[in-house]
């Protein structure tokens, strides 16, 4: 069995288990042990069509806005992030393509969806009559 490049911690999720890259083939115990530091390197150095970038490209990048982490760590789409957490989605958008920023309160407010995002859905759902 080959080793499978996982990242992130591993959740179960419409019964398929999967990480920060998606769905993760197979089940835990046919899992063979997550590719270390060292094979990750060697197997990106081995690829021709897609090498490690150099460290003078990696300062170029920018990383991915907290918005966009937050949303794809939950794996909704963007409609389904504004709809659920009410974020207008030309805002999001705004946010993800890093057109402008959030404020501190919608900082705070990405923060807390991300640490405990169903409580948040709870909170925001209709009240009971």
Same mark, same amino acid.
């Given at each position: ?42 197997? +990106? ?7 490690? #970038? %150099?460290? /003078? @490209?990696? &300062? !170029? ?5 907290? +918005? ?7 794996? #909704? %789409?963007? /409609? @389904?992030? &504004? !709809?659920r957490y009410r974020i207008p989605i030309d805002t999001l958008r705004d946010w993800e393509f890093h057109r402008s920023e ?14 405990e995002p169903d409580a948040v859905e709870r909170a925001l759902a209709p009240a009971a009559e």
């Open positions: 069995m080959t080793k499978i490049p996982t990242t992130g911690r591993r959740y179960l999720k419409d019964d398929v288990w999967h990480d920060a890259n998606g769905p993760i083939p197979g089940y835990p115990d046919q899992w063979d042990p997550p590719m270390t530091d060292e094979e990750v390197l060697a197997a +990106a150095l081995s690829d021709p069509d897609n090498p490690p #970038l %150099s460290d /003078e @490209e990696l &300062s !170029r990048m920018r990383p991915a806005s907290t +918005a966009k982490r937050v949303r794809r760590k939950l794996g #909704l %789409s963007r /409609e @389904e992030f &504004s !709809r959030p404020d501190d309160a919608a900082r705070a407010y990405l923060q807390v969806i991300e640490r």
